[in-house]
């Protein structure tokens, strides 16, 4: 039998809350503040990772895993200084699938790497905490994205089997979880898109959230 779309799943940084360029900003103060440089490319990959595979990421970058701790240090400081007192900008089209979702009854969680402290407060600087009665945070699974641990545990929460929810990512890393964890994922890229070979095996690549939105009104009432 088909799979339905019983339930939505959203990951949160990079696709309802601009909080990725946060992220890159952080890193490059931190960096700074160490007198080392940290190139784009490694700012980008890691996109979608939690604090601890980033710290991973940019010690086998510099080979230094000592360097990798204070910098990582750093940039979380920088980071928290931001998301509290800065703007938190909303991705373009979260209010509309979100309303949607809600006038639709579809059961919908977050599901993230970021620790529960950090979630906690960008949903509610964000203003999006209301939307939400379900989350669940990168610190509260056993392994992180793109482990399927944090899609099953939201899964599981709404009582909705992982075959009947759709994902909605932005992230390569968080696809990959999202199909780990058997569910279909409609990925919307934040700060690069993937080349096509990448992201065969997704749902579909939209431009933006309106794009998905016109897409999840497709699923809700499919074709005969």
């Known amino acids: 039998m088909k799979p339905s779309m019983q339930a939505i799943l959203f990951d949160m ?4 809350i601009d909080t990725e360029s946060i992220s890159g900003q ?3 103060r931190a960096a700074a503040e160490v007198g080392v440089e940290i190139p784009e490319a490694v700012i980008l990959g890691m996109v979608g990772l939690s604090v601890t595979k980033s710290l991973d990421y940019v010690a086998a970058h510099f080979q230094d895993r000592t360097l990798a701790e204070t910098l990582s240090q750093h940039c979380r400081r920088h ?11 909303l991705k373009p089209g979260i209010i509309e699938v979100l309303d949607w979702v809600e006038s639709r009854a579809l059961p919908h969680a977050v599901a993230t790497s970021t620790q529960r402290q950090m979630c906690d407060l960008k949903l509610r600087r964000s203003g999006l905490g209301p939307y939400f009665q379900h989350t669940v945070a990168g610190d509260e699974v056993a392994n992180t994205k793109p482990a399927p641990d944090v899609y099953l545990a939201a899964a599981a929460r709404l009582n909705i089997q992982p ?3 759709i994902v909605l990512e932005d992230s ?6 999202g199909l780990a964890a ?11 898109k993937p080349e096509a ?8 690549v939209c431009d933006d959230l309106h794009q998905a939105l016109q897409l999840l009104k497709t699923l809700s009432h499919p074709a005969k």
Not at 172 to 177: D, E, K, P, Y
């Open 197 to 204: 070979h990448q992201t065969s095996d997704a749902l579909a």
């Open 172 to 177: 390569l890393t968080g696809m990959q979880a």
């Open 182 to 192: 058997g569910m279909r994922v409609i990925l919307v890229p934040d700060m690069e």
């Open 79 to 89: 980071y928290r200084e931001l998301l509290t007192h800065g703007e938190l900008k």
């Open 163 to 165: 075959a009947n929810c």
């Open 26 to 28: 952080s890193w490059l």
């Open 13 to 16: 940084d990079g696709l309802m």
